[in-house]
């Protein structure tokens, strides 16, 4: 081998490509490739944007439903009448663990853009978070940055963050998951395609490029959190101001029909664009990289198309209409010139300063060479006999389980995030689903976002189908049926077998599970190499699911409200502690879940949603992590109404997290009526007491709901005072 292959072989180890991909590179180019095209090639092969581990088993996903869908790269949805609702979730963990801040805002920015990049104007943001601990200083900076991250940019660009959801647990310690899903809206004749075509001009909008993310899909993403990774350079720095015009100035020239095709400059920034917009076309593009706008002096070729600088979109353009593109982009404030054109031939060409830094099959480029990780059966859980203890204090128990980060309000991020701007939000945040109005319709939309690591660590397949349950719950607490879903995968590293394993039983598990519920899943993210030398996270699928809500007015509040009420459980009691928390907050091995009932589960949600539209609910509230001890908690501090339960309740029925339940309170006046019904449609339902006073009391042990209150919702802001 002379030192010229040894300097070949070098970079591409460098750049995160391994000796077969190399090799197959020269094989398939004929030569050797330039420093440029090596780059190119490294972060398009990458995990995070080739998806050559996970893509080939999406196909089982169902893509259709009871509405149209939209399924697509950047982003998918669904058509309501003239309008399509177009929604994705993305993450940025790797970036959020190095930068808190930044990494978060940028998760931010970049989801919105791929909603954006459809065309849709971005009406809401959700965030579904995971950390390890806030124990120690660090911790609570990681927490704090990632908090501070979201609000920073999704309050300045004018995008309500409206709702959520955060857990915690030690295998996040090192590797916090920051999940973000978008939705946006456009009427459905005008949605935008990322397919490029032959003999129109392509323009490069938005923000100045810089050497910023330089890496960031292929070696910060696409590799295990290792101490050497973690370098700032890696992670984008944005700016929300930036991200405001960019997306005025989009939606503006969208309107007058003046794009081909556009595309959100994200992961591998300019050579993803190139790439995937020419492969969709059939075509090729050439560059003129001299003509990208630079915030920066003396950038070589390879790191413009390596630069993840945020706020930018690539846009194809008949040559004819590049001027009014500029006029329209230079108005608000950004940068908008034509880099260069589409053609015939289907080949990358990259110049600069009129000299050749690039030339690629756009074919070599969008198809990896395939990798097929190993498989390791991963058996169904045994499952695992449990012993409770004789708990001398029940009084004490609760209020210490109460204390766990996972179960307090979570009151102290979402007062953070502007929830109401644009004045659509219904529903705010800390209720089982938000619910934002569209405006100039009769209806709005309910949104649920859901994760689970705990129950998919202990069975994939099933701990991915309750995610499903509780999301379809959620929406239904509000009145509403879910259309369609999007998913965020985050597991370890796919090279290990276990955590491929996981992986691939979570996709049934979810495919299974959306088949027979009819809800096509439109969109997605995945997210792998979670860990750090101290092992993984847990496999921790995310799950947001949107509905139509037909009638606003028939929302009531999660948490009880009048006095005199009767409280009811909708749904199997249950008794199984299996995958509960408490057994967890025990310290009690437990390896199983409790038994899932489809037939059932549609049903409640059923039901729940006939018993708000006749009005025989005050409140409704899903029982989820913590089980009905917790939903009781939750359902007296909300407005300080107190409950008093006639029902003696054991430890199993107290704690245990059965699915298909729901908590609701019924009038007086109701109550017959309301048990009649139920009794009629044979659903099962158990009467627990009445709402009233000051006290939840239950077992002859009394709280009060203002001392309920101070550990619910102010214990989490005590544990982040520095």
Known sequence: MNLQEISLFETAEQLGLNRRETENILERLGRNPSKTELAMVSV?????CSYRRSRKFFKNFPRSGSVPTLVGEDAGGIIIDDLAIVFKIESHNHPSQIEPKHGAATGVG?????????????????????????????????????????????????????????????SYS???????????????????TSKAKPGCAVMILGARTGRDGI??????????????????????????????CLIEATLESASKGLFVAVKDMGAAGLTCTTSEMSAAGSCGMEIELAKIPAREKNMESYEFMMSESQERMLAVVEFEKTSEVKNIFHKWGLEAEVIGKTIPEEKVKIFYHHSPAAEIPTQLLIEPLPVHPEIKSRPKSPGSQYSIPKIENLKNLFL?????????SKQWIWNQYDYMVQTNTVVPPGQDAAVLRIKGKPWGIAVALEGNGRYCSKDPFLGSQYLLAEAVRNLACVGVMPLAATDGLNFGNPDKPESYAEFISC???????????NIPIVSGNVSFYNESPNGKILPTPIIGMIGKCENLAHIVPSGFQNQGDKIYLIGPQGTDLSGSLFLEFMEIQNNSLPELNWEIERKIAQITIELLEA?????????GQGGLITCLCECVVEKGCGAKLEKKLSIEELFNESPSRILVSVSKEKKESFETKLIAE???????????GDKLSFNQLEFQTNELSKIYFQTLEQIMSF
């Open 44 to 48: 398009e092969w990458s995990e995070h």
């Open 110 to 170: 970049g989801i919105i853009r791929d909603i954006l990049s459809c065309g849709a104007r971005p009406i809401a943001v959700l965030d579904s978070l995971r950390f390890g601990s806030l124990s120690g200083l660090n911790h609570k900076k990681l927490f704090q940055g990632v908090v501070d991250g979201i609000s920073w940019y999704g309050n300045s660009i004018g995008v309500p963050t409206i709702g959520g959801e955060t857990d915690f647990h030690p």
């Open 174 to 192: 090192e590797n916090c998951l920051v999940n973000v899903m978008c939705i946006g809206t456009a009427s459905k004749n005008e949605i935008l």
């Open 215 to 244: 890496g960031g899909c292929s070696i910060l993403a696409s590799q295990e959190m290792r101490a050497e990774l973690e370098k700032r350079p890696t992670v984008q720095i944005g700016d929300p101001y930036f991200g405001k």
């Open 400 to 408: 210490k389980f109460l204390e766990l980060p996972s179960l307090i």
């Open 507 to 517: 996709l049934e598990g979810l495919t299974q599970g959306c088949k027979i519920l």
């Open 615 to 623: 009005k025989f609910l005050n409140s409704c509230h899903d029982l």
């Open 682 to 692: 044979k659903i099962p339902f158990l009467y627990l007491g009445e709402t009233g």
